[in-house]
């Protein structure tokens, strides 16, 4: 086990630097100057290189690298050139939307794609099975965006059933927050679920082929008990792996949605750090970024063994 | 009453270009206390008719013929009747223990299962009553066994996980499909005997299949003998294996290596099964058979009866019997 746990860990450290070295090196090559963003093209020159030297623009970039990761390692994420407050304090406040978004829209996914996946193998060339397969067909086709954009106009301008966007914040109860979150969560699962359906219908017909399950039905077993008990989790193998993809694609599906729905969450302080050329904010975000996907892979591997015994022994 | 007694059981596959008909119109009736063996090729349908008694065909399969249990016509029982026999009054140990099992249930788990389904034990008194099962097939130490996964064991202890399954509802008919064609030679006759045994003193009905004659001419009441789809010879054990009545049987019986054969080849029967999609329009065997005449090739032989209880279906038995080398005349 302890092994395992370094081997991890391992793993987790490489990938962050791998991650910062190239998030750095993009940002140099980058076009763009803070000092300029923040103080306008036309500055006065005097005033801008007091800002670069302020900003410790003027130094070596190995210098700078050095400086930022080395605060990163004492906790010290930086100040943000436009918020001017610590990057830490403003990246905690913005994943209080995020992560729940996050998690809202992988509850969904895994919630309906699951379902469907299931219910269309059980339906196996039915209309049942086909209707999941085209709906699936059509979300995998649709941007996430402009579905977005489709729930707008239907939910909130034609119905007026949600806000058209925006966020009231978690100080004005539980159920106004949740519901500002209800619509972008649907816009993200959409693809990430049409996607997860299919693999899971995949899988389950795979599943139903094994010759356990044939014991199962042996034993006096129904079709739907016999799916249930025997099926869903040996099928589930396949359907963990691609949720584990999909988190990531989830969080880079905020950036966009976000800005969608106006929703001041960590994407959209992506986007606007880059459009505002505040450069810590980017580098330490995308570096939180890749610790999250780092996290979630592990937890996969612990759901791995926690679905399969055999999976167990060789790491343990 | 017969406990089983199948009546021209026919069984179509789906397949590309038409269905297949992998069983044609078999019959044969089961006593109780009685072991009846199906020998035969690989692909001769001898799982496919295992698997119609169980009402488990894959997927676009249909019967034909009567399946009767204790009298009742199976074939007239909806899914949920049909779920209480199997398990229950018929119970299947199939050919391949490796994957038999579910890899993720513990192997007390996968017991416990049809007793509480079908004797309604709750789950205290299923694992009590699961212990015994395991120690009745050979798995002493049942508490490990019951904890176990079944990539923890072996392929024998893993069939023995599969008869203590089959039997743990009392069926009155086991069917065994190759029980021990995937395992060691040295594990094969163990639980060849644990079947007899628990069998025996069950008093249930057994059908074991295999493609062996070995494992079936010492132990079985009774053989059936399958071809292309079709049960080509059947009869009671001894008068079967002293009067060797079908060409296909006696070339079956030829390919076994005898104790004492030597160095000589084995002898096989010349040519190959042949596809289901087009077997020949008269006897299926016609094309391999060395005493073909035109007529086999046409014709499709009525079972005639060779000696009690004894029949074969050939349009040549007189000159098969005449030419048969293979008797042992007991
Ligand atoms: N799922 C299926 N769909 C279509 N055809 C099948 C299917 N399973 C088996 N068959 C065909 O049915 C025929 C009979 O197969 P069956 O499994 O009963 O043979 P068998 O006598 O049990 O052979 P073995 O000794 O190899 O187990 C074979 O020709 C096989 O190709
Ligand atoms: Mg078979």
């Given at each position: 086990m302890s092994l395992f746990i370094a081997k991890r860990f391992a793993t987790f450290v490489a990938t962050l630097f791998g991650a910062s070295v190239v998030v750095f090196l993009i940002l140099e090559i980058l076009p763009g100057d803070p000092a300029y963003a923040i103080l306008g093209a036309d500055a006065d020159p005097s005033a801008y290189q007091a800002l670069r030297k302020e900003l410790g623009l003027d130094e070596p970039a190995l210098d700078r690298y050095?400086?930022?990761?080395?605060?990163?390692?004492?906790?010290?994420?930086?100040?943000?050139?436009?918020?001017?407050?610590?990057?830490?304090?403003?990246?905690?406040?913005?994943?209080?939307?995020?992560?729940?978004?996050?998690?809202?829209?992988?509850?969904?996914?895994?919630?309906?794609?699951?379902?469907?996946?299931?219910?269309?193998?059980?339906?196996?060339?039915?209309?049942g099975d086909w209707g999941v397969m085209v709906f699936s067909q059509l979300g995998i086709a649709v941007p996430n965006f402009w579905f977005?954009?489709?729930?707008?106009?239907?939910?909130?301008?034609?119905?007026?059933?949600?806000?058209?966007?925006?966020?009231?914040?978690?100080?004005?109860?539980?159920?106004?927050?949740?519901?500002?979150?209800?619509?972008?969560?649907?816009a993200l699962a959409t693809v990430q679920a049409a996607i997860l359906a299919r693999v899971t219908r995949s899988s389950v017909l795979e599943t139903i082929g094994e010759d356990y399950v044939?014991?199962?039905?042996?034993?006096?077993?129904?079709?739907?008990?016999?799916?249930?008990?025997?099926?869903?989790?040996?099928?589930?193998?396949?359907?963990?792996?691609?949720?584990?993809?999909?988190?990531?694609?989830?969080?880079?599906?905020?950036?966009?949605?976000?800005?969608?729905?106006?929703?001041?969450?960590?994407?959209?302080l992506v986007f606007q750090a880059i459009a505002n050329r505040d450069l810590v904010v980017v580098k330490d975000v995308v570096l939180l970024l890749a610790a999250m996907v780092v996290v979630v892979n592990f937890v996969v591997d612990i759901a791995y063994a926690i679905i399969d015994p055999r999976l167990r022994a060789h790491d343990a | 009453m017969s406990v089983l007694e199948v009546d021209r059981l026919t069984v179509s596959l789906p397949m590309v270009g038409g269905a297949a008909r992998a069983v044609r119109g078999i019959s044969f009736r089961l006593?109780?206390?009685?072991?009846?063996?199906?020998?035969?090729?690989?692909?001769?349908?001898?799982?496919?008719?295992?698997?119609?008694?169980?009402?488990?065909?894959?997927?676009?399969?249909?019967?034909?013929?009567?399946?009767?249990?204790?009298?009742r016509n199976l074939r007239t029982l909806d899914e949920a009747a049909?779920?209480?026999?199997?398990?229950?009054?018929?119970?299947?140990?199939?050919?391949?223990?490796?994957?038999?099992?579910?890899?993720?249930?513990?192997?007390?788990?996968?017991?416990v299962e049809p007793l509480m389904l079908h004797l309604g034990l709750d789950r205290d008194e299923a694992k009590v009553e699961a212990f015994s099962l395991l120690e009745r097939v050979g798995l002493v130490d049942p508490q490990r066994y019951y904890s176990a996964f079944p990539h923890q064991l072996s392929g024998g202890q893993r069939q023995r996980a599969m008869i203590a399954m089959a039997l743990s509802c009392h069926p009155e008919v086991l069917i065994a499909d190759e029980p021990t064609t995937a395992l060691d030679v040295t594990v094969q006759?163990?639980?060849?005997?644990?079947?007899?045994?628990?069998?025996?003193?069950?008093?249930?009905?057994?059908?074991?299949?295999?493609?062996?004659?070995?494992?079936?001419?010492?132990?079985?009441?009774?053989?059936?003998?399958?071809?292309?789809?079709?049960?080509?010879?059947?009869?009671?054990?001894?008068?079967?294996?002293?009067?060797?009545?079908?060409?296909?049987?006696?070339?079956?019986?030829?390919?076994?290596?005898?104790?004492?054969?030597?160095?000589?080849?084995?002898?096989?029967?010349?040519?190959?099964?042949?596809?289901?999609?087009?077997?020949?329009?008269?006897?299926?065997?016609?094309?391999?058979?060395?005493?073909?005449?035109?007529?086999?090739?046409?014709?499709?032989?009525?079972?005639?009866?060779?000696?009690?209880?004894?029949?074969?279906?050939?349009?040549?038995?007189?000159?098969?019997?005449?030419?048969?080398?293979?008797?042992?005349?007991?």
């Open positions: 050095l400086s930022w990761i080395s605060g990163v390692l004492t906790g010290d994420f930086g100040i943000s050139y436009t918020y001017s407050v610590p990057v830490s304090e403003l990246v905690v406040e913005r994943l209080a939307l995020t992560v729940p978004l996050a998690v809202i829209a992988m509850a969904m996914t895994v919630i309906v794609a699951i379902g469907l996946g299931l219910y269309a193998a059980a339906h196996h060339n039915k209309v977005g954009i489709l729930l707008i106009l239907l939910f909130s301008v034609y119905l007026g059933w949600f806000s058209s966007g925006g966020f009231p914040g978690w100080d004005a109860g539980l159920w106004p927050a949740l519901k500002s979150l209800l619509l972008p969560a649907v044939r014991t199962a039905r042996a034993k006096g077993l129904t079709r739907a008990a016999t799916l249930w008990r025997h099926v869903l989790r040996n099928a589930l193998i396949p359907v963990v792996t691609i949720m584990g993809l999909q988190f990531a694609n989830l969080l880079a599906g905020t950036i966009v949605i976000e800005n969608v729905f106006f929703l001041p969450g960590l994407g959209r | 006593e109780r206390g009685e072991s009846l063996g199906i020998v035969g090729e690989s692909g001769c349908g001898k799982s496919m008719t295992a698997l119609a008694l169980m009402g488990l065909l894959p997927d676009g399969g249909t019967l034909d013929g009567s399946i009767a249990l204790n009298g049909m779920c209480h026999v199997r398990g229950n009054a018929i119970a299947m140990v199939f050919q391949e223990p490796m994957t038999s099992l579910n890899p993720v249930h513990t192997i007390g788990k996968q017991l006759g163990q639980i060849l005997d644990l079947i007899y045994d628990v069998v025996s003193e069950r008093q249930m009905s057994l059908i074991m299949i295999s493609h062996d004659l070995g494992v079936i001419a010492q132990t079985v009441d009774r053989v059936a003998v399958m071809y292309g789809g079709s049960i080509v010879e059947q009869g009671p054990t001894a008068e079967v294996f002293a009067q060797l009545a079908h060409p296909y049987t006696q070339g079956l019986f030829a390919a076994v290596p005898q104790v004492g054969d030597g160095r000589r080849r084995l002898r096989t029967i010349p040519g190959t099964v042949p596809e289901l999609a087009d077997l020949p329009q008269g006897c299926t065997f016609a094309g391999r058979c060395s005493l073909s005449r035109e007529s086999c090739h046409h014709q499709v032989p009525d079972m005639r009866s060779v000696g009690p209880n004894h029949m074969a279906a050939c349009l040549r038995l007189d000159a098969a019997m005449a030419t048969s080398t293979f008797g042992l005349r007991r």
